[in-house]
């Protein structure tokens, strides 16, 4: 039979464990129930069998629907959704790519970051783990074809740190966030975008 102490012991252990998961899942209900707007930096790391990619930006996301992604390296590149079009303007050939929002970002980590509806609906949640101080939230897609096996959202207390995904072809990307303000002062007409004169624009 176990010594009282070490019974003791073992259940704090368990119960500050539980406690510290569970503060990730509830972390990120809040965030997406309170969270009306975001901006702040971040940098990205895509890595596919044959290479690995690394960029970073600044981010502005309005809800629901509205967001830009502005890519400073390793090239310039803008991704503006303005409630009903996605538009994706590349600086340096000078082209505009246009499609319609519902279409395009399906289930993706735009849709949870600027959908309040996405995560509940589309994804189911566990705790994940923690690691360099983030806990982490897992969340699956619920169906098959949602394009992406997983999603993992990273939080410090209730600040959003980090997210990883693996989509269907297994390329993973990390996210990293920084500089997180979670009341920017936003407006719809933020999130206009005009195509500059002499560039392309393509529809798909």
């Given at each position: 039979m176990k010594p009282i102490w070490?019974?003791?012991?073992?259940a704090a252990v368990l119960a500050?464990?539980?406690?510290?998961?569970?503060?990730?899942?509830?972390?990120?209900?809040?965030f997406?129930?309170?969270?009306?707007?975001?901006?702040?930096?971040?940098?990205q790391t895509v890595k596919s069998k044959k290479k690995t990619q690394s960029s970073s930006g600044s981010f502005q996301i309005l809800r629901?629907?509205?967001?830009?992604?502005?890519?400073?390296?390793?090239?310039?590149?803008?991704?503006?959704?303005?409630?009903?079009?996605?538009?994706?303007?590349?600086?340096?050939?000078?082209?505009?790519?246009?499609?319609?929002?519902d279409q395009t970002i399906g289930d993706s980590p735009a849709a949870i970051l600027s959908n309040k509806d996405a995560l509940e609906s589309s994804y189911t949640l566990?705790?994940?783990?923690?690691?360099?101080?983030i806990d982490y939230v897992l969340a699956t897609p619920k169906r098959n074809?949602?394009?992406?096996?997983?999603i993992r959202i990273g939080f410090?207390?209730?600040?959003?740190?980090?997210?990883?995904?693996?989509?269907?072809?297994?390329n993973q990307t990390t996210i990293r966030f920084g500089g997180i303000n979670t009341k920017p002062s936003l407006s719809r007409g933020h999130f206009k975008f005009t195509?500059?004169?002499g560039v392309d624009v393509l529809s798909q």
């Open positions: 070490k019974t003791v012991l073992a500050a464990s539980a406690a510290a998961q569970a503060g990730a899942v509830d972390a990120l209900k809040k997406n129930a309170d969270t009306d707007g975001i901006s702040g930096s971040f940098s629901p629907g509205l967001f830009k992604w502005t890519y400073n390296k390793p090239y310039e590149q803008v991704i503006v959704g303005d409630g009903k079009t996605i538009w994706l303007y590349d600086t340096e050939l000078k082209q505009v790519t246009k499609s319609g929002q566990k705790e994940d783990g923690s690691s360099n101080g074809n949602a394009g992406y096996q997983f410090k207390g209730d600040v959003l740190s980090a997210m990883e995904l693996k989509d269907s072809f297994g195509p500059p004169k």
